[in-house]
């Protein structure tokens, strides 16, 4: 029997975990569920309809896992631990100052359900982080890194769009080459956060805006620019539509460490992404880690996990003879 899924939230991380359960023959997609109207929401999987939240809060569909899909901010820190009381659920909590706590709300409610919550699922946190584990691990003492981009930063963004006289607005996040090739090198270097990534923006301005406001705005604005060196390009509708429609995004995690008596030996870990699309990707790793969740909730177990309690196993629809036959 297929693995029965559902989905709160149609944003462009709903639609990236709708598309990626179509690809997963062992999942099925029994329900979304929005907060908008469910008559307005139009989905692209046939004969599955789409419910309100009260659905959710009644239990109203059978499911195995819930996928949630709303945001860091406001979202997930209260449907977390509400739906973890409910059903087997999966999140992509990124604001990573407050993992802990998140956690630890998630935990409390799936473990007085029986259920299973797994939080913070995605690439980072998520594939990165796993990567940052197992490096630290294999070489103690060393040094990781993260260089995130190029790539569009949709938290970024739309804080420029907040900007008074901003119609819309695109952030791209750059690696700076010459800090990405001293890591690769082996070097080691300290960097600043201004040394390790630039940011690049493109504005299309209301008309008789003051650009040069506007610019200073983005450039100072504290917690997203004013650390980084930032370039600001203004453009017409037209080519924000023509040229920025798509939300690419990646980057690379690596980690410089030494082994040796006398630490000679120099040993350099990446690992890299590079994403046409930055919700599809998240989407498809939501879905594994659904897949996750189902089996260790099956075997008995309950309570919160991150990405790092999960053993791969567990992600894959393979079996064990067949892992250990064509991956291992």
């Excluded at 692209?44 to 309100?52: A, D, E, N």
């Excluded at 899909?69 to 631990?81: E, M």
Aim: charged fraction near 20%; glycine fraction near 10%; proline fraction near 5%.
């Amino acid at each position: 029997m297929a693995i029965r899924v559902g989905i709160f939230g149609y944003g462009n991380l709903g639609r990236g975990v709708e598309q990626a359960i179509r690809r997963n023959p062992d999942m099925e997609l029994v329900g979304v569920f929005s907060r908008r109207d469910p008559a307005k929401v139009k989905i692209k999987t046939p004969g599955v309809s789409v419910y309100s939240e009260d659905a959710l809060v009644n239990q109203e569909v059978p499911m195995d896992v819930l996928i949630l899909c709303g945001g860091s901010a406001t979202d997930l820190p209260v449907q977390g631990p509400k739906y973890a009381a409910l059903y087997n659920i999966i999140d992509s909590f990124d604001t990573h100052a407050h993992i802990p706590e998140h956690f630890a709300d998630v935990d409390a409610a799936a473990k007085k359900a029986g259920k299973i919550g797994i939080i913070s699922c995605g690439w980072d946190p998520g594939m990165f982080s796993l990567n940052r584990v197992y490096a630290s691990a294999v070489l103690p003492g060393g040094t990781p890194y993260t260089f995130w981009g190029k790539g569009v930063s949709q938290g970024h963004s739309d804080a420029v769009r907040r900007i008074d006289g901003v119609l819309d607005a695109r952030q791209y996040t750059i690696p700076v080459p010459a800090a990405l090739e001293a890591v690769r090198a082996g070097k080691a270097p300290e960097l600043t956060t201004r040394e390790k990534h630039t940011r690049e923006c493109f504005v299309v301005a209301a008309e008789g805006a003051d650009l040069a406001r506007i610019e200073n705005e983005i450039k100072t604005m504290p917690n997203y620019f004013d650390e980084y060196d930032t370039t600001v390009h203004f453009i017409s509708a037209e080519e924000m539509a023509r040229d920025h429609a798509g939300l690419p995004h990646g980057g690379s995690v690596l980690y410089s460490g030494v082994t040796g008596a006398d630490s000679e030996n120099t040993h350099v870990i990446e690992y890299s992404l590079k994403l046409d699309s930055n919700p599809e990707f998240t989407g498809s790793v939501l879905v594994a880690f659904a897949r996750a969740a189902y089996r260790l909730n099956k075997e008995g177990q309950c309570g919160g996990r991150t990405v790092l309690d999960i053993a791969p196993a567990y992600l894959s629809p393979m079996s064990g003879e067949e892992l250990r036959a064509h991956m291992l």
